[in-house]
């Protein structure tokens, strides 16, 4: 079992920045690839960034790329997501995952373990 928790979101202007944290607890952090996905009102979970388990290879939506940077520090059992030039359609609740595997998976289900999630409003 692996316990995630996020933390760092809230409101912010268009063109500013916030950086999200997913602190993990249980089961070894560093066997773990972890992503960040988000959900608007609305819509389906979405994939944002994921970063394999010794934090040498990423890989990012379309939408974030050049803007947001997953990194991780396995010391610290902690993942982040610096999140710059942020847009109102960046809006949304972000979660934190944890997928067992050895890929950088966008899909949703091939993730064993979620965060509770953060908010993150980006006003225009």
């Known amino acids: 079992q692996v316990q995630l928790v996020e933390s760092g979101g809230g409101l912010v202007q268009a063109g500013g920045s916030l950086r999200l944290s997913c602190a993990a607890s249980?089961?070894?952090?560093?066997?773990?690839?972890m992503g960040w996905f988000r959900q608007a009102p609305g819509k389906e979970r979405e994939f944002v960034a994921v970063?394999?388990?010794?934090?040498?290879?990423?890989r990012y939506a379309d939408s974030v790329k050049g803007r947001f940077t997953i990194s991780r520090d396995n010391a610290k059992n902690t993942v982040y997501l610096q999140m710059n030039s942020l847009k109102p359609e960046d809006t949304a609740v972000y979660y934190c995952?944890?997928?067992?595997?050895?890929?950088?998976?966008?899909?949703?289900?091939?993730?064993?373990?979620w965060g509770q999630g953060t908010q993150v409003t980006v006003s225009s």
């Open positions: 995952a944890a997928d067992g595997g050895f890929g950088l998976s966008s899909d949703v289900s091939q993730y064993d373990y």
């Open positions: 249980g089961r070894t952090f560093s066997i773990y690839t």
């Open positions: 970063i394999r388990r010794s934090g040498g290879n990423t």
